[in-house]
């Protein structure tokens, strides 16, 4: 069961850099997330989603984008990297609004 | 918007003993779903209890119960008999509109 799969789980990018941050799920839930976590800190909602075509902005979306071509695949493309962009950054997805939400292991992301 | 609040940054509790991890919440949505996670040192989050806004009875999952307090918009996590594996951070979550919002978290450390 592979679940949500994020990739990579490590990056460095240098300042003004862009990079794709890729998450999958295999279990055909219509809700997906990104948050990201700075250190010691909780996690903020970026963007989510409640289907495929359907995207929508979250509490921290500067910065961040997103597609949801498919009801599996939900990218979130990172455009001129900031150093206040290093976070750990989490995938999620749910069935519904009132079940769990299973997460993906997490990228640690770094701009230097 | 909904917002979750966690005024414990951390707590310590002895080895066998219970613990309350506090939270509030606030949305103006009248259904929405409360959530408990689980973050250990290597950085995985995991499920713990879900309640939902019209549920008419406090959820337990084995050691972990949720005290529900509606009308006070508090969803307290309750850990019994406490285990050195419980230390953790521990966040709580509001679904509410589509999204999966979650508070800044408590840091839980058992002590033997």
């Known amino acids: 069961n592979a679940g949500v799969t994020q990739t990579p789980k490590f990056r460095i990018l240098k300042i003004g850099q862009s990079m794709t941050l890729q998450c999958a799920q295999d279990m055909n839930h219509n809700y997906m997330y990104w948050y990201r976590q700075d250190p010691g800190m909780g996690l903020k909602l970026i963007y989510y989603?409640?289907?495929?075509?359907?995207?929508d902005k979250g509490e921290v979306p500067n910065g961040y984008n997103v597609s949801r071509s498919t009801t599996e695949d939900f990218p979130l493309r990172l455009e001129l990297a900031a150093p206040s962009q290093t976070s750990v950054y989490f995938c999620?997805?749910?069935?519904?609004?009132?079940?769990?939400?299973?997460f993906g292991q997490g990228t640690r992301l770094t701009v230097v | 918007a909904q917002k979750i609040t966690q005024t414990q940054p951390g707590m310590f509790v002895q080895e066998k003993e219970a613990v309350t991890l506090d939270c509030t919440y606030d949305?103006?949505?009248?259904?929405?779903?409360l959530f408990w996670y689980k973050q250990p040192s290597s950085g995985e989050m995991i499920f713990l209890i879900y309640?939902?806004?019209?549920?008419?009875q406090n959820a337990t999952e084995g050691r972990y119960s949720l005290n529900f307090q509606k009308a006070r918009k508090s969803a307290n996590l309750v850990i019994s008999a406490s285990q050195l594996g419980d230390s953790a951070m521990y966040f709580c979550?509001?679904?509410?509109?589509?999204?999966?919002?979650f508070g800044g978290g408590t840091r839980l450390m058992v002590k033997p």
């Open positions: 949305t103006s949505d009248p259904s929405y779903g």
């Open positions: 979550a509001i679904n509410a509109g589509n999204m999966l919002t």
């Open positions: 999620a997805s749910s069935w519904t609004l009132n079940t769990e939400a299973f």
């Open positions: 989603s409640v289907g495929a075509g359907i995207t």
């Open positions: 309640q939902g806004s019209y549920d008419q």
